[in-house]
């Protein structure tokens, strides 16, 4: 289920190859992938994902999050891959919330407003209060010129 966070940006759970071409159909762009490999058994691997976006003519970016967290490298990543589309972008991963998750910090990091990605979130059915101190750092940080 694609759950849309603004009309740039959208999460779901883990995608098949085959729900490609309905991505692609729907007006995205760019499929990020947010799973590592073998996180389940039975995931499609992101290779196979790559596979059908490129046969899709969508871009494909792999920013795997583990259970290690978030790292300045994957917020600076996710910014990029979502500066470099020139339409909407899914994000994927087991349930759609690392994926939620990273495009808030990764926006909030850039300058939006915490409060404004706090709602976005909430409207598809995140909830960011675990990682609100996070995004006001990160913003506070862009707005101090850092």
Known sequence: MIRPLNDRVAVAPQIAPADVPAIAAAGFVAIVNNRPDGEEPGQP????????????????HAIPVTQAGFSHPQLEAMAAALAAADGPVLAYCRSGTRSCNL????????????????????GAGYDLSGIRPMLDTLAAGKAGGA
């Open 103 to 122: 495009w808030a910090l990764a926006a909030a990091r850039v300058g939006r407003d915490p409060t404004l990605l706090v709602a976005q979130a909430a």
């Open 45 to 60: 691997t992101g290779d196979e994902i790559r596979a059908s976006a490129e046969a899709a003519g969508l871009a494909y």
